[in-house]
């Protein structure tokens, strides 16, 4: 059991975890020093440069070189633009107030080698000796589309041992990517890898433990000690076990994984797609918990997927709708039904709300229909 840490002492001064050993539980040892990056990062943007770059300044600091692949969903703004002259140093960086802003303090040194490359480029080519790619896709690829493409690129790298999926609205801590590959090494049977999630906007408080348990009969799902206080005890063995799947915003697999059970489906678009992974890894591969990796999640930004009550998008509730339909129709189809009348009830609460475009959207999901 640990009790957790408040992993931020003072502005700029980091801890990866405490280094003692309780309860009979390992102690988090780093691997040695490799100039060679073995971990693969991909971030898919898509009209959220704020926070990608942000994300990149927190990343780039990690005490171990990693390849990045950020990967424009076709976002159809200035997000390409706004990367390239953040990387080249011609717009200074702004580091947000608060808790976090020692994250990101101050500016990296620019400029940032980046290159730039087509997604066609990026099927075609082996990644070069640069940290930083940017790649643009031509069409909005989705949550799955987007990373796939960023997975299929870094592992042309034969150097690279895991990808770490990563939302682009997060931040990490200095040690987060250490500690990742540090539990990837400690067990092969290790497939998908989650990390501590905390709340960007309410630090002291946990999104997740890496995953998520779910219910079937009733298609809930929730964060592994998620809303609970980061100071409380938990036991990371135990949050690993109770997972039944990584939470996509932080979610590492290794390059075994992905040569046995294959890239993430395309068939949601948006979310359940780490749920469909976990399902069609039939426990060839374990769930593994890197404890001492710890991000902070902004939760929902880029689509409208707000926690709080109605504060849904209406392109959010149509695709989480369509998504959950989809999953059952494929692993649970004698439940369909029922989920299928739990949709509709959902509508109707929407209606009650007076949420119309709400209504509309999740009335074309629940025909199967596009928005």
């Known amino acids: 059991m640990n009790q957790g840490t408040d992993l931020i002492t003072a502005p700029g001064t980091f801890l990866a975890w405490p280094s003692t050993e309780e309860e009979g539980d390992e102690a988090w040892t780093p691997p040695e020093a490799d100039p060679t990056p073995r971990l693969g990062v991909v971030l898919v943007n898509y009209k959220g440069s704020s926070d990608t770059l942000e994300c990149l300044e927190s990343l780039l600091r990690s005490d171990i070189p990693l390849r990045v692949a950020v990967v424009d969903n076709a976002s159809g703004d200035n997000s390409e633009q706004v990367i390239r002259e953040w990387a080249d140093g011609k717009t200074l960086y702004a580091t947000p107030e608060g808790p976090l802003a020692a994250l990101t303090t101050p500016p990296l040194d620019k400029p940032v080698q980046i290159e730039v490359i087509d997604g066609d480029e990026a099927l075609a080519h082996a990644p070069g000796d640069r940290t930083l790619t940017l790649i643009r896709s031509t069409s909005n690829l989705g949550f799955a589309g987007g990373n796939n493409l960023g997975i299929r690129y870094l592992l042309k790298d034969p150097n690279i041992e895991a990808v770490?999926?990563?939302?682009?609205?997060?931040?990490?801590?200095?040690?987060?990517a250490r500690a990742l590959l540090s539990t990837i090494r400690s067990d092969p049977s290790h497939g998908m890898i989650g990390t501590v999630i905390r709340y960007y906007h309410a630090p002291e408080k946990l999104q997740a433990l890496g995953g998520m348990t779910f219910n079937a009969l009733t298609g809930a799902n929730a964060g592994i000690h998620g809303n609970k206080p980061f100071k409380s005890p938990w036991d990371p063995r135990a949050a690993a076990r109770?997972?039944?799947?990584?939470?996509?915003?932080?979610?590492?697999?290794?390059?075994r994984f992905v040569e046995t059970v294959g890239l993430m489906s395309e068939a949601y678009f948006l979310y359940f797609e780490e749920m469909d992974w976990a399902r069609r890894n039939a426990d060839?591969?374990?769930?593994?918990?890197?404890?001492?990796?710890?991000?902070?999640?902004?939760?929902?930004?880029?689509?409208?997927?707000?926690?709080?009550?109605?504060?849904?998008s209406a392109q959010s509730e149509y695709w989480l709708l369509r998504a959950r339909l989809l999953f059952y129709r494929k692993y649970h189809p004698v439940l369909l039904p029922v989920i299928w009348l739990q949709g509709a009830a959902q509508t109707a609460r929407r209606v009650?709300?007076?949420q119309p475009e709400s209504v509309k959207a999740m009335t074309?999901?629940?025909?199967?229909?596009?928005?």
Do not use: M
């Open 352 to 354: 009650l709300r007076r």
């Open 284 to 312: 060839r591969f374990s769930i593994g918990f890197a404890r001492g990796s710890v991000i902070y999640h902004k939760h929902g930004g880029s689509i409208g997927s707000s926690a709080k009550k109605g504060g849904r």
């Open 364 to 371: 074309k999901a629940l025909l199967f229909r596009p928005l």
């Open 164 to 176: 770490w999926l990563l939302n682009n609205d997060t931040v990490v801590e200095p040690a987060a």
């Open 242 to 255: 109770q997972a039944a799947c990584v939470l996509g915003a932080s979610l590492t697999v290794t390059r």
